[in-house]
């Protein structure tokens, strides 16, 4: 039985509003050492933040402990943490901190055997993982080799704003750039995107041809 | 919802591919968003061109998402419960190793429960049924209550010791009131479009009858993943919600919940509800017939709660409420046009 009444339109404004205030109500009841609210907040929270840990740099272990660590620390200073505007914000900035703790840690531990390598294994990787997950079957999966071809700013600002909807206040101080030029970032990001995007659709028309 | 709008005119590619509300449209496309898109596409001819590339854009950017799987989603939840659960820092004396002999130990623990699981105790299917106009509650291992409405079906593996989580499966309408484990191990509901609910702990009405699935949410929050063309597509209700999943396609409402839950205390609530709707669900609960006359007369409503009885009795009163002659003959009624 469904009445036609009420009907609740999810419009993303709304919805967001409604889900900052949902994020904030979890993390006061996590402030307060309530556990189902901390797995809760896990989650909504950890395959999102995992996803920009990836985009960030690819290296699975290395995002997954950054996870781990980041959700332990939120538990065991569960007494001393703050309120906060924005639940989302507060993660990801946590977490793009520690992922690069993590990154340099890692990178000092083998700089003597193989230097500098961290970055450019972050970015041929992703490119590896991606397309053997099965994506190439058609031309949707472009956007995967097209993603890597962009800078990794580029990727990041990306993956702030389309995956996760932060505004550009937000962006800005998670990437520590003003707000325009998270503005002009933004904008050059997806206009490269597009550009790649439609290189490699003609590429495989060409080929098509051929 | 109006002043909400953005003013879409002036937007690019590129103001569309971050915009909300466009991309729920192109990723999980409902009655809602495509009834406005399909508006304002016929409204703005000239953007047609953008639109679709806009469109093409968000789809292959949700193709560049990179997960965890739920294993590894669970393992490093694992991981996480037993850093928090140690005592603090300082008493530790090798970290590394510690951690690395209670991983192992939970691996090897995991996989042995698995083994037996898996050799000596193959896991009984238990089944709860209703008949026709027969309500019944029920206590599930773990202490979460059920009530199963009329003619429905509710089976589960007895085996969620030890498993990822609980599952059982329903057809028909329940209500669940799921109890919070320790260790937080989810529940989930199934349903034959694969529909999964899953809660940790909470209060919802499951109706999943012809081709058709709806939750009710009361109280708490639960995840319902669906499949979308090929592919899962997953939201978070909150209390007040209806999410309703039919041919592919959910749609979500925000409803007076004691409407659709009232059924478990043998009480039937109106708000306009039509006579069409108390008929297919008096049909479905007391396995009765029921023909009119005229089909005008079912698109009229009521408001009010009314008991829930038998059908002779929940009959007898819907002819009062409607001021209608309903004639019986053995299992079939026959609603008589007013005179």
């Not at chain 1, 590896?128 to 080799?145: A, F, G, P, R």
């Not at chain 2, 292959?60 to 739920?70: A, D, Q």
């Not at chain 2, 089909?295 to 007898?316: R, V, W």
């Amino acid at each position: 039985m469904s009445s036609p009444v009420n009907l609740f339109i999810s419009r993303s404004p709304k919805t967001d509003r409604k889900t900052q205030s949902d994020d904030r109500a979890l993390w006061q009841s996590v402030r307060k050492g309530n556990d189902l609210a901390f797995s809760n907040l896990y989650q909504r929270f950890s395959n999102l933040l995992f996803n920009y840990g990836m985009h960030f740099c690819y290296n699975r272990e290395l995002v997954k402990d950054c996870v781990q660590e980041l959700f332990t620390n939120i538990w065991n200073r569960r007494e001393g943490l703050s309120e906060v505007d924005s639940v989302k914000y507060y993660l990801f900035k946590s977490f793009r901190n520690l992922l690069i703790q993590h990154i340099t840690r890692d990178r000092k531990l083998y700089s003597d055997m193989n230097e500098d390598c961290q970055l450019s294994e972050c970015e041929s990787s992703v490119e590896e993982e991606l397309i053997s997950q099965d994506y190439l079957k058609d031309n949707k999966s472009k956007v995967t080799t097209a993603l890597t071809k962009i800078s990794k700013r580029q990727r990041e600002i990306i993956v702030l704003k389309y995956f996760n909807d932060l505004s550009y206040a937000e962006i800005s101080s998670i990437m520590s750039i003003t707000p325009a030029s998270a503005h002009n970032l933004l904008s050059k990001a997806l206009q490269c995107l597009r550009v790649v995007l439609k290189a490699l659709l003609f590429g495989s028309y060409l080929n098509y041809l051929a | 919802m109006n002043h909400q709008l953005s003013d879409y005119s002036n937007f690019s590619v590129n103001d569309f591919v971050i915009d909300p509300f466009f991309k729920e449209w192109v990723l999980y496309s409902d009655p809602i968003h495509d009834e406005f898109w399909m508006d304002w596409k016929d409204s703005n001819p000239s953007k047609t061109e953008l639109i679709e590339e806009a469109r093409r854009l968000v789809l292959s950017l949700e193709h560049s998402k990179i997960e965890m799987n739920p294993s590894e989603m669970v393992l490093v939840w694992g991981a996480i419960q037993s850093e928090v659960k140690q005592p603090p820092k300082f008493s530790k004396p090798t970290p590394d190793r510690r951690f690395f002999w209670s991983f192992a130990y939970a691996v090897a623990s995991f996989a042995l429960v698995f083994l037996a699981w898996y050799w000596y105790d193959l896991p009984q299917e238990i089944e709860y049924q209703t008949a026709f106009g027969e309500t019944k509650e029920f206590i599930l291992p773990d202490s979460s209550k059920v009530i199963l409405n009329s003619n429905s079906k509710l089976t589960f593996k007895d085996n969620w010791e030890g498993q990822m989580s609980r599952d059982v499966w329903i057809e028909g309408e329940a209500f669940f009131n799921v109890v919070h484990k320790k260790n937080h191990q989810p529940f989930k509901v199934l349903s034959s479009q694969n529909v999964a609910i899953e809660v940790l702990g909470t209060e919802f009405n499951v109706y999943n009858r012809s081709q058709e699935t709806e939750v009710v949410l009361t109280s708490g929050a639960v995840t319902l993943s669906f499949p979308v063309k090929d592919k899962e597509g997953k939201i978070l209700m909150n209390p007040g919600d209806l999410v309703e999943f039919k041919q592919s396609k959910f749609q979500r409402k925000k409803v007076n919940t004691s409407l659709y839950t009232s059924w478990k205390d043998k009480v039937l609530n109106l708000d306009e509800t039509s006579l069409g709707e108390i008929i297919t669900m008096a049909k479905n609960n007391y396995g009765i017939e029921i023909e009119f006359e005229d089909e005008e007369i079912l698109k009229q409503t009521a408001s009010g709660s009314m008991p829930l009885g038998n059908a002779a009795n929940f009959m007898d009163q819907i002819s009062r409420i409607f001021n209608i002659e309903i004639v019986n003959e053995k299992n079939k009624y026959l609603i008589k046009n007013p005179k």
